[in-house]
């Protein structure tokens, strides 16, 4: 059973994998987060592989097609090596000074297509749309039925980034405590409303944004891809709703449509423009409403829920990890001007 | 000029090196933490090539050697291409709803021996509290000459930890402003002093781990070696002094040499039980004593410096990034019993 502990000066908890790494010399082998690799040629997302995956849990497939055989759209597995064993939430338990929790949680793989050789940026908006709401139910499911504080949707493309398998998929990990950042962004917002602007955080600095587009890289009825004024990577995006919302699970269709666009034109500026690199893709939402209503009320008036894009171009080192400040060596105006260029992007 | 900006929701700053690279294409170009590759074979660090470094703002060298010339047997010098630029603490400033600051600061290289192809670990303990001292020496001069807020002394060894010269060097960034996770640990520290222990977290910690040893991998007289309960990374460490402090600075010259000790121990054991891999070194420290009197006063009784060793093994994905939450595949207790066995390892 995996073990969730938490560090007891900085509230920062780690998963550690008990199970999956026995021995010292096997440390590189299992890799957490993804199915493992078969053979080089093998894929275990490829339609026809279907077996080699734990029952799917869910799947967009043709009508009289059978579930976990060909035939399917988009398919969510568990994760066959999950970072934390299926479960509701565990309770907190004492070690000496320590805080520890038996590492339950979810770990689910949303595989995004059948085509093995296609990237997210290569899908169709309406492909995507289609992606993106499977990751609205699964959230809405997963809240709902395993009570979850945090449902954490991301994708890791490329071996930069920590995938292991480079069939088009994406992860969701739910954790029985609110992940540190999140919980920063909450305080932060939570005292930016009460203290200064009386209003989101998120909403006036959008505002600010689209007033002066020196940061702007694009921007649909609903949504706006922006480079960060306080950016941490070089070429770092992130993607907003314009409409005010703490909760991702509340987004309309529409709004799936809308925001599909918004990261297909992401994506693609970033495999054009920048050959193709290898990239990290983080939802930050509120956390479960069944928690947020009760630790942080009002929630909904001053969070509000954005996508993290980070592409890997170069290394983070000891004076980021020690310190948690990050050197930046591409101002964030450059970044956006030279993606925000008019690119030949098919929806 | 350099610039220092802050996310305005998160509270965190990032040094945006805005003069560093002009065009997005540069962006590969300018490795800010070190001085520049100038060949392959060419290093601007070794004995000869004093001329190709700033002038050197201190050294430890052979009577009557003179300054930039060889006779050292390590040398401080400013960065060639310093992540901020030389100068006094600048005012913060407003940009819309943004907060910034111009990008001034200290950034040193400290040159650890003139041997290009001796390690940090391969250097006697002798010559190591001396590296050490110097540390301390460069930590008062700083915080007393140029007031910055905060002294960060780290390596990075390898090019997986950001390297981009491999003669033996560290590196002081001080900052205008107290790094973030820094600041996590003075408040979380400060928190449990008043709240539950009466006493410094830090050494309640120790006391525990000393107590059961499960987490113990080195210990002498004034220092220990431990992987820490909640580690991040696979056979991370951490090294306490076992008396408490909270300023790096105030160590004595015997400190210097258990210190050495206990460093030439931790790195030893990276090298020969886990195949030499790339590691960033990070001192945490309390921040400049003109700050922590006024900022927070009794830091002294609470906070406890200390240094963080984490070996580069696996990639950092996008769950790590996105939500501050680490996924560690190797149990601290499997990693330490690995790391504790007697080595042969010369003083």
């Known amino acids: 059973m995996p073990e969730l502990r938490k560090d007891i000066v900085t509230g920062r908890w780690v ?8 021995r010292p010399d096997d440390f590189r082998a299992p890799e957490f987060a993804e199915i493992k690799k078969e053979s080089l040629t093998f894929c275990p997302f490829c339609p026809g592989n279907e077996s080699k995956t734990p029952p799917e849990v869910f799947s967009v497939r043709e009508k009289h097609s059978a579930p976990d055989q060909p035939g399917w759209k988009i398919r969510v597995v568990p994760n066959k090596f999950p970072a934390l064993q299926p479960g509701p939430p565990p309770p907190k338990k004492l070690k000496g000074v320590y805080q520890w929790m038996e590492g339950v949680g979810v770990h689910e793989v949303i595989i995004e297509t059948p085509d093995h050789h296609q990237e997210m940026s290569d899908l169709t908006t309406k492909h995507l749309a289609k992606i993106i709401r499977v990751f609205r139910l699964r959230t809405i499911h997963i809240e709902e039925q395993f009570h979850h504080k945090y449902v954490q949707i991301f994708k890791n493309k490329g071996k930069e980034a920590g995938a292991s398998l480079s069939h088009p998929h994406s992860q969701i990990i739910a954790t029985p405590i609110v992940p540190k950042r999140i919980k920063e962004e909450i305080y932060g917002a939570e005292r930016l409303f009460r203290n200064h602007f009386r209003e989101c955080a998120f909403c006036r600095m959008l505002k600010e944004e689209l007033g002066s587009s020196e940061r702007l890289i694009y921007q649909n ?29 509340k987004i309309t269709d ?8 918004a990261l297909k034109q992401a994506l693609a500026r970033l495999k054009l423009q920048l050959s193709n690199p290898a990239f990290n893709l983080v939802f930050h939402q509120a956390p479960n409403p069944q928690v947020s209503d009760k630790a942080w009320p009002g929630i909904d008036s001053y969070y509000h829920w954005h996508i993290e894009l980070m592409p890997i171009l ?7 990890l020690g310190t948690g400040f990050y050197i930046n060596p591409v101002p964030p105006e450059v970044a956006a001007e030279f993606l925000r260029k008019e690119l030949p992007v098919k929806s």
Chains 1, 2 share one sequence.
């Open 254 to 261: 529409e709004d799936c449509t809308d925001l599909a666009e």
């Open 15 to 22: 998963i550690i994998s008990t199970e999956r790494s026995k």
């Open 314 to 320: 170069t290394k983070v080192a000891g004076f980021e």
């Open 221 to 249: 009825a609903r949504f706006a891809v922006l480079a960060p004024f306080a950016s941490r990577f070089p070429f770092e995006m992130a993607i907003f709703p314009l409409e005010h919302s703490a909760f991702f699970r």
